[in-house]
């Protein structure tokens, strides 16, 4: 099995930073692609951003010039920075992972838990 576990979420005024992390633990054979998404209550859950193990990125109109996805290969680690933080960005945060298990295996979607991101104004 895979696991992810998120970390950096908390409280923070507008037009400040937060850095969530992600990493992926377990049986891994090969992470692809990660990403973050959000949900506000009730809202459905959309995209933030993206990376593939390349390093190619897609974020989410809302965010594009405020968040920057990166990740580390090595630790199966994928960060978001969040910069200039508004209360629209008041959400849980998920990681997630497409990830395989062996060279064979198909390539299944892994969440974390989701950490609180809140931001006042």
């Known amino acids: 099995q895979v696991r992810l576990v998120e970390s950096g979420g908390g409280l923070v005024q507008a037009g400040g930073s937060l850095r969530l992390s992600c990493a992926a633990s377990g049986s891994i054979f090969r992470v692809n692609d990660m990403g973050w998404y959000r949900q506000a209550p009730g809202k459905q859950r959309e995209l933030v951003a993206r990376?593939?193990?390349?390093?190619?990125?897609n974020y989410g109109d809302s965010v594009k010039g405020r968040f920057t996805i990166s990740r580390d290969n090595a630790k199966n680690t994928v960060y978001l920075q969040m910069n200039s933080l508004k209360p629209e960005d008041t959400a849980v945060y998920y990681c997630?992972?497409?990830?395989?298990?062996?060279?064979?295996?198909?390539?299944?979607?892994?969440w974390g838990q989701g950490t609180q991101v809140t931001v006042s104004s």
């Open positions: 997630n992972a497409d990830a395989q298990i062996g060279p064979l295996a198909v390539r299944i979607p892994y």
């Open positions: 990376i593939t193990s390349g390093g190619s990125t």
